[in-house]
T-cell receptor, first 114, second 109 residues
Framework: DAGVIQSPRHEVTEMGQEVTLRCKPI?????LFWYRQTMMRGLELLIY????????DSGMPEDRFSAKMPNASFSTLKIQPSEPRDSAVYFC????????????FGPGTRLTVL | GQSLEQPSEVTAVEGAIVQINCTYQ??????LSWYQQHDGGAPTFLSY????GLEETGRFSSFLSRSDSYGYLLLQELQMKDSASYFC??????????FGKGTRLHILP
């Protein structure tokens, strides 16, 4: 298996622009997680899905952030409009329900908002 | 409230043993996981403790004591490649997961 795939790997954008991050989980995994990592705040869970349904989005910082999972093999995290404080590495992870705690992380998207 | 505490940095010598502690304050606790992350890389799963006691996986072991709200990761026969950040993570009964801020492990030759 190719593992969790994220795109783009790097994104540089200007404040106010829309940013869309993409994730393809490991085939067969039924949980998908979006995390944000910064030096100041560490690794934060933003939202997670089970069988394509959002279960908990309490970690989404503001209404500017939204996430979708239209099918079992694809998810997006969108920031509109983006702000400099959104600069971070965004990770997507997936896991299989029966081994929920073993999450497989993608390589991450390094986002820089100027 | 829910919080995890781990030391920000630990230094050890190649070939030695090091213990990284994690204390938590939470309710509805389900289990404790450990992840490793190299600079510029993604976190990778190391271990999970659902029950009290020691779990061993090769050179790495993880321990949990629910009564003490405490766990640790033990790394033996340290190698230079073990230089990384190590995160503990708590899973709650609603399946939500919170990560600690991470412990950066420095290994000296």
């Amino acid at each position: 298996d190719a593992g969790v795939i994220q795109s783009p790997r790097h994104e540089v954008t200007e404040m106010g622009q829309e940013v869309t991050l993409r994730c393809k989980p490991i085939s067969g995994h039924d949980y998908l997680f979006w995390y944000r990592q910064t030096m100041m705040r560490g690794l934060e869970l933003l939202i997670y899905f089970n069988n394509n349904v959002p279960i908990d989005d309490s970690g989404m910082p503001e209404d500017r952030f939204s996430a979708k999972m239209p099918n079992a093999s694809f998810s997006t995290l969108k920031i509109q409009p983006s702000e400099p404080r959104d600069s971070a590495v965004y990770f997507c992870a997936s896991s299989l329900g029966q081994s929920y705690n073993e999450q497989f992380f993608g390589p991450g998207t390094r986002l820089t908002v100027l | 409230g829910q919080s995890l505490e781990q030391p920000s940095e630990v230094t050890a010598v190649e070939g030695a043993i090091v213990q990284i502690n994690c204390t938590y304050q939470t309710s509805g606790f389900y289990g404790l996981s450990w992840y490793q992350q190299h600079d510029g890389g993604a976190p990778t799963f190391l271990s999970y403790n659902a029950l009290d006691g020691l779990e061993e996986t090769g050179r790495f072991s993880s321990f949990l004591s629910r009564s003490d709200s405490y766990g640790y990761l033990l790394l033996q026969e340290l190698q230079m490649k073990d230089s990384a950040s190590y995160f503990c993570a708590v899973r709650f009964r609603d399946d939500k997961i919170i990560f600690g801020k991470g412990t950066r492990l420095h290994i000296l030759p």
